[in-house]
């Protein structure tokens, strides 16, 4: 079968459409890929570039400002009532065993309660990465119930923050043979954290954190 000839027009509308076709086809085998592309990929890494410096040409000019205000936290730190009253585990140490004594003895009035025996913990152990020093002591109790709830309570809620560690109650078995009301024998360790000297953490990080209230497990 013949193809119909095509008249002038459409000859001529069928050239200017091949033309174009084959201009665009030569734009991006001879010039996009080769050029343009390239072109357009360098602009793009120069702006991410241009976006970079200016993040941190703008955190440079914040850098006096975000030190007064780490100095600001730091002196805050110091004077928290979150920390213990001293710096030195020693002292920090004995005031957290004549705290357990004053909490025995406010806390349980009308109750059974007395601090058998407290002891420092000269090495407390120190979580990895924890950018403060702790003071701890070994406590054991001779408490009933209600006593002991009270005195956790009031050791819990108080301030500064302390923490309940390895917390263990039995009752004696002898003394509950003897009496029905045998009180309970408690043993746990107490820490907390030493006041930073100077408002820095003891290990020079310069976090700003505040420790957490601790409590029973």
């Known amino acids: 079968m013949k193809l119909a000839?095509?008249?002038?027009?459409?000859?001529?509308?069928?050239?200017?459409?091949?033309?174009?076709?084959?201009?665009?086809?030569?734009?991006?085998?001879?010039?996009?890929?080769?050029f343009v592309a390239p072109l357009r990929q360098i602009?793009?890494?120069?702006?991410?570039?241009?976006?970079?410096?200016?993040?941190?040409?703008?955190?440079?000019?914040?850098?006096?400002m975000l030190e007064q205000r780490l100095a600001t936290l730091g002196a805050g730190q110091a004077?928290?009532?979150?920390?213990?009253?001293?710096?030195?585990?020693?002292?920090?140490?004995?005031?957290?065993?004549?705290?357990?004594?004053?909490?025995?003895?406010n806390s349980t009035r009308g109750g059974t309660c007395e601090v058998s025996q407290k002891m420092p913990l000269p090495n407390p152990p120190v979580t990895p990465g924890e950018p403060y020093r702790?003071?701890?002591v070994n406590i054991n109790l001779s408490c009933d119930i209600e006593s002991l709830a009270s005195v956790l309570h009031e050791l819990e809620q108080g301030m500064p923050y302390v923490f309940i560690d390895d917390l263990?109650?039995?009752?004696?078995?002898v003394a509950a043979q003897q009496?029905?009301?045998?009180?309970?024998?408690?043993?746990?360790?107490?820490?907390?954290?030493l006041r930073p000297a100077h408002g820095n953490p003891a290990n020079g990080s310069p976090e700003m954190q505040s420790p957490g209230q601790g409590g029973a497990p």
């Open 5 to 34: 000839a095509l008249n002038p027009r459409d000859s001529r509308i069928a050239a200017i459409l091949l033309l174009l076709l084959v201009l665009l086809l030569g734009y991006f085998v001879l010039l996009h890929w080769w």
């Open 43 to 64: 602009d793009n890494e120069m702006a991410d570039l241009r976006d970079t410096h200016s993040r941190y040409a703008a955190a440079i000019a914040e850098k006096p």
């Open 79 to 105: 004077a928290s009532r979150a920390f213990l009253a001293d710096d030195d585990p020693n002292t920090a140490a004995a005031d957290l065993m004549q705290r357990v004594v004053d909490v025995v003895g």
């Open 134 to 136: 702790k003071a701890a």
């Open 168 to 173: 263990s109650i039995y009752r004696n078995p």
């Open 179 to 193: 009496s029905h009301a045998a009180t309970l024998e408690v043993q746990f360790t107490l820490s907390g954290y």
